[in-house]
């Protein structure tokens, strides 16, 4: 087992130790490794509710590791990945995706154009499902667990793409959601990777100079104290990241805004509402 020591939390209680098992990549599909904070995400999401909380509040008494975490993730692929070998990619159907994934996806896309309520309503349309990410510790590349659940594109005069992930489950919780989608964008945002995404999954949809939306697609409000406590430290990570990350010289320019939706009411004209926007 190999060590990764944090070496940039100064936090009286900082993150802990992440180890790195020894994988025989003989039998593994060739993958770029996985970066510290796909490690995090990784770790996280294995995590109780109550210490997802105890690391969500760490992250924010803390915002400066984040940054760092997701700033170094970003150089690691910029400058070693080659995106001829290692990319986002579209994954056919699997046999033992649950069943509320599938239709929640189904539902969601099954009319076109997706409309979110909003001050003024907007639109995005779904260009692909189910992407699976460059970077994992295992060889099984699994969209729902390491990547995105959907990418699409903003109906809109400027072009916008949008990365997507959506809560389908209890266990997959708005924290460790919010950890995987950062963890995509650290790894597509490079220039290199994201004309190839541009090309394979937005179909040259970006234009010269690409902008991001991500998208985080929560259930209804869970009455849980504890799931809802934990919704909320997600939003205030996600107000933390977003102007953390606005101000690194070494990441580009192309986040636009990070957004939580939830299901529209079955009245509703728009199939989704918007919860926040950072």
């Known amino acids: 087992m190999i060590p990764i ?7 009286a209680s900082p993150l802990p130790i992440l180890w790195v098992a020894h994988l025989d990549w003989a039998d593994v599909t060739t993958r770029f490794p996985s970066t510290i904070l796909r490690q995090r995400f990784e770790r996280a999401r294995a995590l109780s509710l109550e210490r997802q909380m105890r690391e969500c509040v760490d992250y924010l008494q803390n915002p400066e590791v984040l940054i760092q975490e997701f700033v170094d993730a970003y150089v690691a692929v910029e400058s070693c990945c080659d995106p001829d070998e290692q990319q986002f990619q579209v994954m056919p159907p699997s046999a033992d995706d649950p069943a509320t994934r599938k239709i929640l996806l189904e539902r969601l896309f099954a009319n076109g154009a997706v409309t979110v309520f909003d001050t003024v309503p907007f ?3 779904c260009v692909a499902r189910d992407i699976a990410s460059m970077s994992g510790s295992t060889g099984k590349p699994t969209p729902r667990l390491d990547g995105l659940d959907y990418v699409a594109h903003m109906v809109d005069a400027e072009p916008v793409g949008v990365l997507g992930v959506l809560q389908y489950d209890e266990q997959s919780t708005p924290f460790s959601l919010f950890l995987r989608l950062i963890t995509c964008l650290s790894e597509i945002a490079p220039d290199a990777q994201l004309r190839a995404a541009d090309t394979a999954l937005f179909k040259g949809a970006l234009g010269a100079e690409p ?23 997600t939003h205030d990570l996600a107000e933390a990241f977003y102007a953390g ?30 919860e926040w926007c950072v």
């Open 211 to 233: 902008k991001l939306d991500l998208h985080l697609l929560l259930r209804e409000a869970d009455p849980d104290p504890a799931q809802a406590t934990l919704r909320q430290l």
């Open 5 to 11: 020591v944090d070496t940039h939390s100064n936090s």
């Open 245 to 274: 990350i606005s101000e690194e010289w070494q990441f580009p320019d192309v986040l636009r805004n990070i957004v939580c939706l939830l299901p529209a009411p079955a009245d509703s004209d728009e199939s989704l509402i918007l």
């Open 123 to 125: 639109e995005f349309t």
